[in-house]
């Protein structure tokens, strides 16, 4: 019998988000709001019910789950499914995607028995979820949006938590097209409450109309419109994710170049030097990949709120979302390795590494954020020997203010 391991200790009302987040969908609470829709009903997630109440999370490896684990990379994902819908303390069910006899697992245990080709689709889904690298609305929508198996609207909305988080962000933001978004000409005393209310509305899941005076002055079709405020709402997240996540990515890098580890022999040196560089290199990579994105939607933005290029707003709010796949995994990267980071330091008490503890902690950061690329030589670059029995530590890079 394939057994799912029970975590009746574990309370999963600690993991509801209200919706899809970068490391948590939370499909039970999706479906406590749009379980009676048409749509819910109509284009699920998954076809097993219980499956499609689940909660799917980007979890870091534990030491004591490697030997069940059929991967080498530091996050894997997890999949929890309530012993009891109505009381999410009783705990659940856990099972990774990654793990050895995972479809065994989930067959015998959900298999629509009517139709067992429905378990197999809902296998295809869930390594297809697994292979993405963060669960934000945005990039769900950007690949399931037009897959074949699409999914319904319901599941890309911003979750209620972190769209009360960004009001205050993004009303600062957009002051400047206040008087365009209610017909107004020029600015006045009211805008401070009119771009709270504004920001309210951007972020709803709603369309109520009020934001027919932005469509005239950006001159787009109503579908055109739809389609831009779904790519405007998906940059003014990221944007408000990268400030959220900058200071901890400070915090990384300072900590990593910092770190001594000793005990290290000539070869673990040269390899642990290297491997340091790597992850500071490309970090720094990722995050200046999110920059230069915000930077154009800073320029395309001041320029529209100056009435001097409503055509280059519009077209960079239409493309948005064909940047969302790209966005969305550096962001999930840059913001993941300070929390696996903290895991593992919060357990070292010594104040530095040993060299054996460093190597397998390194290659997973290395693993995390190396994009795939090959030199002209087809080969990695030659790497530099040192003599000293303390890893030295590179410059640190500090990410530029979001």
Not at 112 to 136: K, N, V
Not at 185 to 195: C, L, V
Request: with cysteine.
């Amino acid at each position: 019998m394939h057994q799912l391991r029970q975590t009746a200790r574990a309370d999963l009302r600690r993991v509801v988000k209200g919706g899809a987040t970068t490391r948590i969908l939370d499909l039970h609470s999706i479906a406590r709001k749009y379980g009676q829709t048409d749509e819910h009903g109509e284009e699920p997630f998954f076809h097993n019910s219980r499956l499609n109440r689940c909660f799917i999370i980007k979890h870091t490896v534990r030491a004591h789950e490697r030997s069940y684990v059929m991967s080498n990379q530091p996050v894997v994902t997890k999949i929890l499914i309530p012993l009891a819908e109505e009381d999410l303390a009783l705990g659940g069910h856990a099972v990774f995607v990654e793990e050895i006899g995972f479809a065994n697992k989930i067959r015998s245990h959900f298999e629509i028995a009517d139709d067992p080709h429905l378990t197999d689709l809902d296998l295809l889904r869930l390594r297809e979820l697994a292979s993405i690298p963060s669960f934000d609305p945005f990039l769900l929508s950007e690949r399931f949006r037009n897959h074949p198996r699409p999914v319904a609207e319901c599941y890309f909305d911003i979750t209620e938590d972190e769209s009360r988080r960004m009001i205050d962000s993004v009303a600062g933001q957009i002051l400047g097209v206040v008087a365009l978004a209610f017909g107004d000409e020029k600015k006045s005393a009211k805008d401070d409450a009119r771009a709270m209310n504004f920001a309210r509305q951007l972020l709803s899941s709603e369309d109520n109309g009020k934001l027919e005076f932005l469509r005239l002055s950006l001159d787009m079709s109503p579908s055109e419109f739809k389609s831009g405020i779904f790519g405007w709402k998906g940059i003014l997240y990221y944007r408000w994710c990268m400030t959220e996540t900058l200071n901890a990515v400070k915090d990384f890098l300072r900590q990593i170049s910092d770190l001594t580890i000793v005990n290290a022999n000539q070869t673990e040196m040269v390899e642990l030097e290297h491997m340091r560089r790597t992850i500071i290199a490309e970090t720094r990579a990722r995050w200046s990949n999110l920059t230069m994105i915000m930077q154009e939607y800073e320029t395309v933005f001041a320029r529209f709120c100056a009435g001097e290029d409503a055509r280059g707003f519009q077209d960079f709010l239409l493309k948005a979302p064909n940047l969302f796949y790209d966005i969305g995994s550096d962001l999930s990267v840059v913001s993941h390795i300070p929390g696996y980071w903290r895991y593992w330091d919060d357990q070292n008490t010594k104040g530095y590494f040993q060299a054996r503890e460093a190597m397998p902690l390194f290659a997973s950061f290395v693993a995390s954020v190396t994009r795939e690329r090959i030199t002209e030589s087809g080969q990695d670059a030659p790497r530099t020997h040192r003599s000293t029995s303390v890893i030295p530590r590179p410059e640190v890079f500090v990410p530029p203010a979001a």
